[in-house]
C-alpha cells in the first residue's frame, strides 16, 4: 500500500540552473538518506564542485564551473557505459547476451536467454543500470518527477519484451 502525501507537501524535487558560468544542483535529502552529509560535501568538493551546502530541509545544493558540470556528466555517461560493457560480458550476468539503450538512457533493453535469466539472479543487473542511469539524468536537469528509466527484458529466442521494469517505481514496491 502506498502512503498518501500531504495535500501541502510538495515532492521533492532536483533543480539544475544552467547560468552564464556556473551550475547550480540541488539534489533531494531522499538521495542522501543514511549518507554522512558531510562527507558527501567534502567529496563533492575534492570532485571540483566549488560549493556544497547542506539546505534546512535535508536537501544539498552543488554549485560549479561549467566545465566541471561537464565533466561529472561524461564521468557518470562513461561508468554506465562501462556498467553496459560489463553486464554484457557474460562474467556476472550469463543469461544477459546483450544490452541496448537511447542516449539520455532513459530506456534499455535486455536481450536475454529467458529461460536461464529467470532460473538466475541476473535480474539485479537492471537495478545498477536503473540507479546509475536516474542519478545521470538528475544531473541533466531532469525534475524527479520525470526521471524515470524503463529497462526491457527481451527473450532472445522470440524477440519479445516478457518483462518490463521501470524504475524508481519498482523501488518502492521493493519496501
Excluded: C, W
Aim: net charge negative; glycine share 6%.
Amino acid at each position: 500500500m502506498q502512503s498518501e502525501t500531504k495535500r501541502d507537501e510538495k515532492p521533492q524535487q532536483v533543480e539544475v540552473d544552467k547560468g552564464l558560468l556556473n551550475v547550480e544542483i540541488t539534489l533531494p535529502a531522499s538521495m542522501f538518506k543514511g549518507q554522512d552529509v558531510e562527507q558527501v560535501i567534502t567529496q563533492a568538493k575534492a570532485e571540483g564542485v566549488k560549493e556544497a551546502t547542506k539546505n534546512e530541509d535535508g536537501s544539498i545544493t552543488y554549485k560549479m564551473s561549467k566545465s566541471v558540470h561537464t565533466e561529472l556528466v561524461k564521468e557518470m555517461e562513461a561508468q554506465i557505459l562501462k556498467t553496459i560493457e560489463d553486464v554484457k560480458s557474460g562474467k556476472n550476468f550469463p543469461s544477459i547476451k546483450d544490452v541496448s539503450y537511447n542516449k539520455p538512457f532513459s530506456e534499455f533493453t535486455l536481450t536475454v536467454d529467458k529461460e536461464a535469466y529467470e532460473k538466475s539472479f541476473d535480474g539485479f543487473a537492471s537495478l545498477g543500470i536503473g540507479l546509475s542511469s536516474m542519478y545521470y539524468q538528475l544531473f541533466n536537469g531532469v525534475s524527479s518527477d520525470k526521471n524515470k528509466v524503463t529497462i526491457n527484458i527481451k527473450d532472445e529466442k522470440t524477440g519479445s519484451v516478457f518483462k518490463t521494469v521501470v524504475y524508481p517505481d519498482a523501488l518502492e514496491k521493493m519496501k
